[in-house]
């Protein structure tokens, strides 16, 4: 059973504005998706789709049986004027979609059944300056998750893992040395990632990370900086131990270059009896 988590990036918008009366890389994105081939997929920052399509529609958009679409709800992201979001698509046989409410944003979970047992998946968009609201927004999501059960968190996490520091330090030096202004526009937010907090949270409460190597995710070449290869992991799969994870990957083939500026994750799992 294949399961994937997207950051598509604005919805596949050009930017976060209401001008467009549809994605400009919709299109690339149902070649995206159907590529990546999964089970399971949830699509993070799906903004304007709550508005724009119906969850029958986004259905036949992308070829799946079932689509699930939430606004975030994001308190400070509203005052913005953004209209964030999370989608999830499957093929597989659904108990239950419930969005949940991780203090200051939504998050989706999906009850799945899969021969004769139970399986939560939570798709989530952590917030993207602070780690003190990811923290908050992490504990209240662990009060939704039952450890005796299958059970995957995913998403979009905006953290950086504590394991991964050492890898990306000489990463994002080499980032801001070939991008001094919009490292020092990001510097801020990069130190509250750092902190690593949340994934060390995850860890304490028992699961476990998908990825044993720490693949960077982020940014791909659509981000508007001069880079050579993607310098951060912020998108992450934590898992119970009830759960068996093979063949994990990030892919960066060349329509993920184009399509967001994120690479998806993908890995295969098996309930464990």
Known sequence: MKIASYNILSGGFD?????????????????????????????????????????????????????????????????????????????????????????????????????????????????????????????????????????????????????????????IDKFAANNRQLYESMKSGLNEMKRGEVTKIFKEYKLLDADKDGETTAPTRLFPAKIEGSVLRIDYAFHTNKIYVSDFKVLKDLIFDKTSDHYPIVFNIDIKE
């Open 15 to 171: 930017s976060y504005n209401f001008e467009s009366s549809s994605p400009e890389r919709l299109e690339l994105l149902q070649k995206a998706i159907k590529m990546i081939n999964a089970d399971f997929i949830g699509l993070i920052d799906t903004f304007r789709w709550d508005s724009l399509y119906s969850n029958s529609q986004l259905s036949e958009l992308f070829g799946y049986k079932k689509a699930y679409c939430i606004n975030l709800n994001g308190i400070r992201l509203k005052k913005k004027g953004h209209n964030n979001g999370i989608t999830v698509l499957t093929n597989l046989s659904v108990d239950q979609f419930k969005t949940i409410t991780l203090e200051t944003r939504d998050a989706i979970k999906t009850t799945l059944q899969i021969n004769n047992n139970e399986l939560d998946i939570f798709t989530v968009y952590l917030d993207d300056l602070s780690e003190d609201v990811r923290v908050k927004q992490t504990r209240t999501l662990l009060k939704y998750v039952d450890q005796t059960k299958p059970t995957i968190i995913m998403g979009d996490l905006n953290t950086i893992s504590l394991g991964d520091i050492k890898k990306s330090t000489p990463l």
